[in-house]
T-cell receptor, first 113, second 114 residues
Framework: DVKVTQSSRYLVKRTGEKVFLECVQD?????MFWYRQDPGLGLRLIYF???????EKGDIPEGYSVSREKKERFSLILESASTNQTSMYLC????????????FGDGTRLSIL | SQKIEQNSEALNIQEGKTATLTCNYT??????LQWYRQDPGRGPVFLLL???NEKEKRKERLKVTFDTTLKQSLFHITASQPADSATYLC?????????????WGLGTSLGVNP
């Protein structure tokens, strides 16, 4: 079974802090994704990566950056955390060939105070 | 604009009945459509995928249909159980490339009462 592991289930940080969210997958997937999920807004794509050191902006990249130095690891960085970034953050991975599902981690519930 | 819609109202049914959830889309010609289950505080879990040339797909008590003329997919759970209570998400793959970005619906909350 594919396993996608996110480093923290719950995280509390302060406004202005630099925040790192880590995600690791164990299936050698080419593609990795970071989403945030808010009530009434559904899953919104922040960034995705289709190869090591490659990244593309999703729908809501402002205030975020990402890093993919190794194939199995995809990091989301909040450069200067703000209260409107309080959310559930979900990481996913998938193989690049067609008809493959996305595999999700259990999410990080991030609170910015 | 490109859009994907699911029943916004929560669906509550009696145990043993069939639950039917709807996913409608506009302005896409998706290669395939996926259904996921999400429990509170957890990530979505993949359930079923149906391709554009398939009318119906089954897996145990689950059935998905895909009507590209109506631009609609229906997701059925037969002989529903309280353990089926969750939010169900549909997602389209509209892209010809290999990055596998999906377009997500907001999900429908299903409650199955004992």
């Amino acid at each position: 079974d594919v396993k996608v592991t996110q480093s923290s289930r719950y995280l509390v940080k302060r406004t202005g802090e630099k925040v790192f969210l880590e995600c690791v997958q164990d299936m050698d997937h080419e593609n990795m994704f970071w989403y945030r999920q808010d009530p009434g807004l559904g899953l919104r794509l922040i960034y995705f990566s289709y190869d090591v050191k490659m990244k593309e902006k999703g729908d809501i990249p402002e205030g975020y950056s990402v890093s993919r130095e190794k194939k199995e690891r995809f990091s989301l960085i909040l450069e200067s955390a703000s209260t409107n970034q309080t959310s559930m953050y979900l990481c996913a991975s998938t193989a690049s060939r067609a008809n493959q599902p996305q595999h999700f981690g259990d999410g990080t519930r991030l609170s910015i105070l | 604009s490109q859009k994907i819609e699911q029943n916004s109202e929560a669906l509550n049914i009696q145990e043993g009945k069939t639950a039917t959830l709807t996913c409608n889309y506009t302005n896409y010609s998706p290669a395939y459509l996926q259904w996921y289950r999400q429990d509170p505080g957890r990530g979505p879990v993949f359930l079923l995928l149906i391709r554009e040339n398939e009318k119906e797909k089954r897996k145990e008590r689950l059935k998905v249909t895909f009507d590209t003329t109506l631009k609609q997919s229906l997701f059925h759970i037969t002989a529903s159980q309280p353990a089926d209570s969750a939010t169900y998400l549909c997602a389209l793959d509209p892209w010809a490339g290999n990055n596998r970005k999906l377009i997500w619906g907001l999900g429908t909350s299903l409650g199955v009462n004992p």
